[in-house]
């Protein structure tokens, strides 16, 4: 067993710096398009065998240090009782909007062993086969409340914001279901045996930081309180677009910190060093030529060379239009370049 | 004259604080719509007594102590030889990319005064009517750069990344064709009469800091020097989701620096202090009843009492669903608190 991502995010001294990649198992391999053009991507979801395949794919294919579950953020939603769409080229849609007191009322706080088997399921099956670390997922509470608001993806998050702004108890109570929900959701997959856990706040960066503090971050400080009761794997908090939630991310008693490619990874040392950090070359980067962008990686290794605790990852999802030998030389080139 | 306005971009003291908003002459305004209902956006933008008449309504009505030209980033992009279509729903459509030597050779440097005589027009037809000062506009190179090579706006911005990352000559050829169209125009509204200049950075912020500084930032250095040697009115540049890049801005030479609402502008005071500031309430806090909006204007005042100068706005442009008496709210809360 490959125990260095691990070892990384509890601050450990390791041999090399591990590297995962978000969205590894995805569109831009031709691999998982061949299981992905026969079943809908929900189907894809729902089904265990099918989740496995792909989520060891680019573990066998490129060597990375961990696998993360395949899934998506929205798979609770539906066992909170909202009907999840997903539209080719649109994203995910919710048809009915959770905007009042009903609509709040109506939503159920599942049991995940009860809703959601086919993702324990698969973390048994994958905990079989893989010899790396396997990652367990969920959206943060704020998140996955805007996609329920907005009835999918958003550019302004007007609804979101009316909300927290005009109707503040009837979004707590939206958010106090969600925080539950995820909370649960969370501690079943660690007991499936998910060996880390990511909670990914893809929307936190909409946010001015006082909003972040009032509105997003104590529901994730009570996901982690719950979890830390039941679990000490490894915790992994990723505000996207949060440069500026920073130091506030810092206090959501994660152990390690997951950053976009808009920080300097240097910048964020100095003021979260206490944290590992994950992270966070531009997805784009992949597409430099191979010199620069080895050199890219090797700059960013040296710019995380002081940080408690440094998992290489990009800084968000990797494009589908990523050529996979791109992929390749990333992984060798933090492999042979961090190895002490 | 009421300068208040200009001389917060200067630094110098006032007797309260200034107020304009970004896209205060907008689609939230009933007056707006009148005037729009009749014309396209682009025919809007081609007429000076419609586009006099748009700008003055938010001065009118709500007092705002600054004025900005009512126009678009891209029209210097039809005037570089482009198609420009705006799309209902989509925003802005250039049916042919520039990706290529061919197109890059194609883009012409044009005269602003002989392609784009409206906008002077315009200008000239405002500085009769207005008592507040005139702000004359244009977009950032980089920002204007990803729609010509996106064709219009984009999620990741793979092409323009991939022209800056794997083709930097020809990324740096198109640049400088904007970058002196950019030059000229702004020039040119300077000279027919506009009291200062905001440079928009809409997209920086998709940049890494070490991408900004390599692919966007010279160019905006560069037009400001040009500006420099002909023109001593105010110069603002806004890079838009920029915090991680404030730094780095405040090298671009401009006097005043817009801010997102995604900082604290007490941090920014103690960044680039030196500058004036111009921001930064998060447009969707319009939405907030009375009370909390105006603590949090007077909050925000409070956090920039430090400035060298400030200069309240949005953190970007006012949305369209906005209760225009909300901005009333806003615009009377500035001037009361402010005032010394």
Same sequence: chains 1, 2.
């Avoid at 691999?31 to 991507?41: E, I, L, P, S």
């Avoid at 007191?101 to 086969?129: S, W």
């Avoid at 040392?269 to 990686?297: C, M, T, W, Y």
Wanted: with cysteine.
């Amino acid at each position: 067993m490959n125990d260095t991502f691990l070892k990384a995010c509890r601050g450990e001294k390791t041999d090399y710096t591990p590297v995962w990649f978000m969205r590894q198992a995805g569109r831009y391999l031709p691999d998982y398009q061949a299981v992905r053009g026969n079943v809908t991507f929900l189907e894809l979801c729902h089904t265990p065998e099918l989740c496995t395949e792909v989520t060891l794919q680019p573990i066998d294919i490129f060597g990375f240090d961990a696998a993360i579950l395949f899934s998506d953020i929205l798979i609770p939603m539906e066992a909170m009782g909202l009907d999840l769409e997903f539209h080719e080229g649109r994203g995910p849609v919710f048809p009915d909007p959770v905007r009042d007191r009903r609509a709040v009322d109506a939503l159920i706080v599942p049991d995940p062993r009860e809703t959601m088997p086919f993702v324990m399921e698969t973390i048994g099956l994958l905990r079989k086969e893989l010899r790396v670390p396997l990652i367990g997922f969920s959206g943060a509470p704020f998140t996955l409340a805007t996609y329920l608001v907005e009835c999918g993806s958003s550019k302004v998050f007007l609804e979101t914001k009316k909300m927290m702004y005009r109707a503040p108890e009837l979004y707590d109570a939206m958010m106090r279901k969600i925080t539950r929900c995820t909370s649960l959701y969370l501690q079943a997959q660690a007991k499936a045996g998910a060996q880390a856990l990511q909670i990914f706040d893809s929307w936190a960066g909409i946010l001015a930081p006082g909003d972040f503090r009032r509105f997003a971050l104590p529901y994730v400080q009570s996901i982690i309180r719950d979890l830390r009761e039941v679990t000490d794997v490894p915790i992994i908090y990723f505000a996207n677009n949060g440069a500026t939630l920073l130091d506030l991310s810092g206090t959501a008693g994660a152990d390690v910190l997951g950053l976009d490619w808009r920080v300097n990874i240097r910048d964020a040392v100095s003021r979260v060093g206490d944290h590992a950090l994950q992270g966070n070359l531009d997805p784009i980067a992949l597409f430099l030529p191979e010199k620069e962008l080895v050199a890219r990686v090797e700059r960013l290794l040296d710019d995380a060379a002081d940080a408690r605790g440094h998992i290489f990852n990009l800084g968000h999802g990797i494009v589908p239009q990523t050529p996979p030998d791109q992929v390749r030389i990333v992984v060798e080139a933090v492999h042979r370049y961090s190895t002490r």
